[in-house]
């Protein structure tokens, strides 16, 4: 194809500046010495870990002493009110922000505070933002295959002989994301929600071991959000999922475990119901 050229930006990120992308290149080769992926060592059956973990913005805790463990293949929900720092926990893990103090791992042995974002994408974290950033003018079989180049680890073992193997895992990850049908159409033509998927399949191309989901069935139709829900479930085992959500139905839908957030720290944790019937969690809603 003709775009082969033009680095694109990793799913879920704006096109990077020129320069910037040189800077991402360098980083993901130099950590390919530091980890292969498939190597992260998930022998306690733990895929994230954060202890303590304080953001502080001008004296302000966004996050306050958070720890948090998250289990090789599940599917958790984030809930809480806005400014809990549920984005700001998402930013920690994925390198934007640097914690004050606290640890933070993925699996046992990668430490992801002495990691840089391109770095911790490599290493086999992909995070969804809230707004979809597919390419427009470009299909969406396209906009899977060019996720897949932008994927380092991709290039070096499938992209030789990308034709078999990866035109399998491209129609793969339509199936997955119900866009087999519209696998020539153009991404600009999309609905709301199918940008929304083709932006996780985007995801999906590069195998994460665990994917963040920053509030995924904002601006949804009802049918599209319980779709994105069983999408979620079905992908769970394979890969663990970190979801931030507001849509309690969703919630309800993907039926894990629930932390609630409030001012930087865990409230409360278990299923909806429990927490939902926690007498500090209803505080905190009602409280708002
Ligand atoms: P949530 O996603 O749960 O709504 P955020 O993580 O976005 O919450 O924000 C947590 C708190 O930290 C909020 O009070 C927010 O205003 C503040 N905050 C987040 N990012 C910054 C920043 N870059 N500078 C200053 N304050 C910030
Ligand atoms: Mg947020």
Redesign the pocket.
Known sequence: MSDIGMHPARPGEQALPPGTRQEWEEGATGLAHVVTPGEVDLSHNVILYLEDIT?S??G????NALTLAIDAGELRCII????????????VITGK?RPDSGKAFFGQTLDLTRLNEPQIAHAGIGRKFQKPTVFENHTVFENLELAMKADKRVRRTLFARLDSQARDRIAETLRTIHLDAQADRLAGLLSHGQKQWLEIGMLLVQDPRLLLL?EPVAGMTDDETMRTAELFVSLAGKHSLVV?EHDMAFVERLGGKVTV?HE?SVLAEGDLATVQADQRVIEVYLGR
């Open positions: 953001v913005f001008d302000f805790k966004a996050l809480g009110p806005n400014g809990a720092g549920k984005t700001t926990m998402m930013d922000t920053d931030v957030l930087g």
